[in-house]
């Protein structure tokens, strides 16, 4: 009860010693007093009959007051408990959605080289066609493009944090791709002197300008609706 002010206590002592306070005060003044040897005192003097520290004058009201001060403050502490733990719990929730959404759902990891293979690379109408292969067992959720200032040009794939098992039919794991060079040069305004697949850390060749290239296959061009 050291939680409770000893002026609190100090109003309530009058009341105490002559009887005439409430069951709720008594037990409020009493816990108090088991842990405040100052307050103690003062009561031990109102009992001997000596003189004590004036106070300020206390009606039969008094009582009332303070009960009701308390437990307005109580109620305010409440409170105030309440909405920030309601505060607490939105953050955590937050929390767990942004972590679902980055671990299930964001494309963020980027694919590397060692187990992707570049074949049947041609081209046709300013586009060079390729065919990607990445036999790691995990699926590729998208293609990511990206021209760099010296012109060099990146396909990345990209998958999730939590990786999903590769099953038929493939995304991007086992499929014909192309780079429209003359719509992305267009796009960028710039030319494109290279494509590779990965990142600039970690490449493998797919085109550089000058390479001499094969035509594509009509079965490839058919299957993007190119004719």
């Known amino acids: ?11 309530l002592l009058p009341l105490y010693h002559d009887d005439v306070c409430s069951e709720e005060s008594r037990t409020l003044v009493e816990g108090h007093l088991s842990q405040c040897e100052a307050c103690r005192n003062e009561l031990q003097q109102m009992r001997a009959g000596l003189p004590v520290e004036e106070k300020v004058t206390i009606d039969r009201n008094s009582d009332d007051r303070v009960m009701k001060g308390i437990a307005s403050s109580w109620k305010k502490g409440r409170k105030r408990s309440f909405w920030k733990g309601m505060l607490v719990t939105a953050l955590l929730a937050c929390c767990l959605v942004l ?32 065919h990607l292969n990445v036999d790691d067992g995990y699926r590729i959720s998208r293609l990511k493009y990206d021209l760099r200032n010296d012109g060099t040009f990146y396909v990345t794939a990209k998958r999730k944090v ?3 098992k590769s099953t038929l039919p493939y995304a991007f794991e086992n499929d014909d791709e192309f780079v429209d060079v003359a719509e992305q040069e267009e796009l960028q305004g710039q030319k494109i002197e290279a494509i590779y ?10 085109w550089k300008d000058g390479m001499d290239l094969p035509k594509t296959e009509q079965s490839v061009l058919e299957q993007f609706g190119m004719e």
């Open 1 to 11: 009860m050291r939680d409770v002010p000893c002026r609190v206590i100090e109003d």
């Open 99 to 130: 972590a679902y959404a980055g671990l299930f759902q964001w494309d963020v990891v980027s694919v590397g080289t060692e187990d992707a293979e570049i074949s049947k690379v041609s081209q046709a109408d300013g586009k060079i066609f390729f």
């Open 162 to 164: 939590i990786k999903e």
């Open 197 to 206: 697949f990965g990142t600039p850390d970690d490449r493998k060749l797919i």
